[in-house]
C-alpha cells in the first residue's frame, strides 16, 4: 500500500478484511521503501494513494509497470479528477477507489484479481500454443524431409528396375528371333505358336517397363512452368498421333482453350495420354466424337476430353488414375494401365486435380483443373 496516512492504512485493511480477504500488507511511502518491498514483499496486489508529500501514485504505477508487470495496481485516493482518472487507467491501473466510497473496494480488489488470474492464464496459453506450433512446425519439416528420402529412394529404386529389366528381356526377345529365323523347320506348329506367344508377353513386358521408365522420369523430369497455349499442345498432341487415326473417321470438335502456366514438354503428355486413350476406346465406332474444351470456374481453368466411346462403370472413375489399373482387357483393348497415373502425377505437380466421368458404352470424359495464377486471371483470352 503506498499511502503517507497510517490511519487512511489501517481503515483500507479493515475494510478489506470485512470483505472477506485474508492478508497482509506493507505501508510505504517512499520510491526507496516501494521498490524494495517490490521485490521483498513480493504483493499480489498494489493499492496506491494519488499525491504523497514524498511519492506520488503515477511514479509509483510506472515503477511498478516496469517491475511487476502482471501485479494489479488500484488508486486509492481522496480524490481523483476524471482526466486523472483516465490518466491512471490509461497507464495500466487497475481500477481506482474514492477514500470516502471504500465500501467498493473489496469489490475492486477482487475484480482485479480475477483479471490478473485471467490474464496470467492467457499468457501461460498463449506460450503453449507457441511452444506447440514451433513443435509442429519442427515436425513437419523433419517428416517432409523424410518423405522426400524416401520418395528419391523409391524414384531411384523404380528407376533402375526398369532400366536394368530392359536387358534380360532384350535377350529373350532376340533368341526368339534367332530361334523362328535359323531354327523354324525344326519346330512345329504347336512350338512356333508358344514361341509367338512368348514373344507377344516379352513385348508386353517391354511395353510395361517403357511405360514405367516414363513414369518415373514424369517425377524426376524438371518442372520449368511459362505461359502456354493449350491450343498449340492439343494440335501438336493430335498430330503426333497420326498413326491412331489412320483410315479412321474422327469428327474433332477443337473448342477455344486457354492459355496457362504450366511446363510445356509434361502437359504435352497429358493431352497425348488423354487424345490416344480417346482414340483407343472409340475404335469400335462407326464415327468417333473427341471434343476437347475448357471452362474457368473458381480460379481454375477446368480442360476436358470426351470421346464417344465404349465408356466405362462410373464407380470405378477414381482407380483409373492408379498405376496399372485397367478396366478393359487387354485382348479387347491393348494398354498398360500407366498412361492415366501418368496425367494424374503431372496435374498434381501443376497442383491441379484430375477425374473422369463415363456410362458403360456411353462414353467418358476426363477432367483436369489447373490452378489460375493471379497474373492471368485477369487477362482471359477469348
Ligand atoms: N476414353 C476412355 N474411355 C473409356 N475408358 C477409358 C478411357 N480412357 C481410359 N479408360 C480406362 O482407364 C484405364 C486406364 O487408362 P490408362 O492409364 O491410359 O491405361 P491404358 O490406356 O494403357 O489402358 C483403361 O484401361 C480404360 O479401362
Ligand atoms: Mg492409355
Redo the contacts with the bound molecule.
Sequence with gaps: MVEDEPRDATIVEHTLKEGGFDFSFKRVDTEDCFLRELERFRPTVILSDHGLPAFDGFSALSLAKKKAPDVPFIFVTGSLGEEVTIKALKNGAADFVLKHRLAGLPGAVHRALQQAEFQSQRKQDEQEIRRLNQDLEKRVVERTAELEAANKELEAFSYSVSHDLRAPLRHIEGFIEILLSTKAEALDDEARRHLQTISQSSKHMGRLIDDLLQFSRTARAEFKKTTVSLSDLVESAIRDLHQDTKGRDVEWVLNELPEVEADPALLRQVFA?LI???L??TRTRKVAHIEIGARQEDGEDIIFVR?N????DSRYAHK??GVF????RAAE?E???????NVRRIISRHGGRVWAE?HPNK??T?YFSLPRTTARKAGVRK
Excluded at 466411346?309 to 466405362?312: I, K, N, R, S, W
Excluded at 489399373?325 to 478393359?328: D, E, S, T
Design positions: 495420354n490416344s486413350n480417346a483407343k476406346y470421346d466411346g465404349v465408356g466405362f483409373l488414375f489399373q485397367r478396366l478393359h483393348f494398354g498398360t494401365g500407366i498412361g492415366l497415373a463415363g462414353g467418358a476426363f
